[in-house]
Every structure is written in C-alpha cells, then in structure tokens.
C-alpha cells in the first residue's frame, strides 16, 4: 500500500490561537495511524512563488486514512479555530 500525505502550508495569523490548534491536532492525528513528518519556517523561495510562512508534512498509511481523519468530527471541530489562527492551504499528496 502507498503512503499518503498531507502538506499543509500555513501563515499564522494569532499565535496564541495557533498554539491552541497545534496542541489539539496529534489526537485528531492518532487514530488514523498518522504520524508527523516535518515541521518548520522557510528559509527562502528558491524559484517561483510562495507566500506562506510555515510548512507542516504530516504521513498517513493510505488516502482513505487522509479522508477519515480530515472528514472526522475530531478534526472538523478544530477547523473554526484553525481558521482564526492561520491562513493554510492543505494539500494530499500519494506516493508514486
């Protein structure tokens, strides 16, 4: 089976808020035998554009697990706040 992921590039907008949301996400992330790849701040654009700050990759054991976690009333309960503490664009990714 393919791995899948979740990249999410994110601008914090309140960082009391955001802190709230990352300390609620790991929970939301546990049952779906998902695990955190990467955090962090970019350093530079290297060619093209990107306007986000932050970056977070987050590793699932398959699409259908992205979709249970992302459509589950855990993670749809943060999405109100996620939206007050940080513009972010999510993306799935597959391996190929």
Known sequence: MKM?????HITVKDPVKWAEYRAQVPATLAPWQAELVFRGERLAVLAG???HTDTVVIRFPSREAIDGWYDSPAYQALIPLRREA???DLVSFAES
Do not use: T
């Open 4 to 8: 899948a992921y979740v990249i999410g």
């Open 49 to 51: 554009a990107h306007r």
């Open 86 to 88: 940080a513009d972010l």
